[in-house]
Nanobody, 123 residues
Framework: QVLLVESGGGLVQTGGSLRLSCAAS????????MGWFRQAPGKEREFVQA????????YYADSVKGRFTISRDNAKKVVYLQMNSLQPEDTAVYYCAANQYYPGAHYSAWEYWGKGTLVTVSS
């Protein structure tokens, strides 16, 4: 069982930055692939980026390439999403997810989820 709690969301202006955090429980955090997803109003939840247990970024969505960076601290059991050059289209609820292996980019394949944190980018 893995419990995930996101934090760090908020309101930011276009071009600004935010860093999201996801704190995890469980003794085997380092063995899990961690991911970030987002869901904008009226849209399906979409994949943002994933990172393996060793800290190598696995995959990322083209829409965030060069702007968002995922990282993790296994000692603290935290995964981060650094978001730079934010745009209004980045406005969404951001979710942290965990799975014992990388199951692909579709949200339905991931096992554990946090409750999300809202990011709003004003124009």
């Amino acid at each position: 069982q893995v419990l995930l709690v996101e934090s760090g969301g908020g309101l930011v202006q276009t071009g600004g930055s935010l860093r999201l955090s996801c704190a995890a429980s469980g003794r085997t955090f380092s063995s899990y692939v961690m991911g970030w997803f987002r869901q904008a109003p009226g849209k399906e939840r979409e994949f943002v980026q994933a990172i393996n247990g060793g800290g190598s970024s696995l995959y990322y969505a083209d829409s965030v390439k060069g702007r968002f960076t995922i990282s993790r601290d296994n000692a603290k059991k935290v995964v981060y999403l650094q978001m730079n050059s934010l745009q209004p289209e980045d406005t969404a609820v951001y979710y942290c997810a965990a799975n014992q292996y990388y199951p692909g980019a579709h949200y339905s394949a991931w096992e554990y989820w946090g409750k999300g944190t809202l990011v709003t980018v004003s124009s």
